[in-house]
């Protein structure tokens, strides 16, 4: 596709679950980033991918978040045991090469965690 | 790790109407990029701007980097411009892009 895309839209699970958010970067762009928004404020970086690596993944809040991109395409981020406070728009961007290069972000997936 | 300001907070314009939004920075920031949020939260990047001044249309910035601030100008705007616009920028190249809090615009016809 032209764009970043992202699946699924919207995930609602339970306190305690496992869930993976999906992210499919513009085709070409090795740069790759997570970011999670909660409401009224700005983007928070979690993690940034330079290839198959993740280069920085100290905006990762814990051991219960983890991502890959295996093949240096598509990006998987991992969150175990939910929580509440896990609840926000996780958004996936991506870019040519680095951060001196334009963002593209996709449309988020909205997380509920009940 | 840096911190980012942005204001006003929020801002209500009739179309037509010019508007000036701010992004200061705590400390030097690299790779500033200004965004826009529409209202269905769709981020699209608006500038690309470590320092100088760019233009697009009716939207311009400028950024002064030894001062640590960046200016995002909106010239006779329309209610397609409503949204939240964030500043955001990194730390000596680290990828670790940090955004504000964002100034939320509504612009009513």
């Known amino acids: 596709g032209a764009g970043v895309s992202q699946t699924p839209s919207n995930k609602v699970t339970e306190k305690g679950k496992y869930v993976e958010l999906r992210c499919d970067p513009i085709?070409?762009?090795?740069?790759l980033y997570w970011y999670r928004q909660s409401l009224g404020q700005g983007p928070e970086f979690l993690i940034y991918?330079?290839?198959?690596?993740?280069?920085?993944d100290s905006g990762l809040p814990n051991d219960r978040f983890f991502a890959v991109r295996p093949e240096g395409s598509v990006s998987t981020l991992k969150i175990q045991r939910t929580e509440r406070g896990d609840s926000a728009v996780y958004l996936c961007?991506?870019?040519?090469?680095?951060?001196?290069?334009?963002?593209?972000f996709g449309p988020g997936t909205r997380l509920t965690v009940l | 790790g840096i911190q980012v300001e942005q204001s006003p907070p929020d801002l209500i314009l009739q179309e037509g109407a010019n508007s000036t939004l701010r992004c200061n920075f705590s400390d030097s920031v690299n790779n500033l990029q200004w965004f826009h949020q529409n209202p269905w939260g769709q981020l699209i990047n608006l500038f690309y701007?470590?320092?100088g001044t760019k233009q697009n249309g009716r939207l311009s910035a400028t950024t002064v980097a030894t001062e640590r601030y960046s200016l995002l100008y909106i010239s006779s705007s329309q209610t397609t411009d409503s949204g939240v616009y964030f500043c955001a920028g990194d730390l000596y190249n680290n990828n670790d892009m940090r955004f504000g809090a964002g100034t939320r615009l509504t612009v009513k016809p």
């Open positions: 085709s070409g762009h090795t740069a």
């Open positions: 961007a991506s870019s040519l090469t680095q951060s001196t290069d334009t963002q593209y």
């Open positions: 701007i470590p320092s």
């Open positions: 991918f330079q290839g198959t690596g993740a280069a920085d």
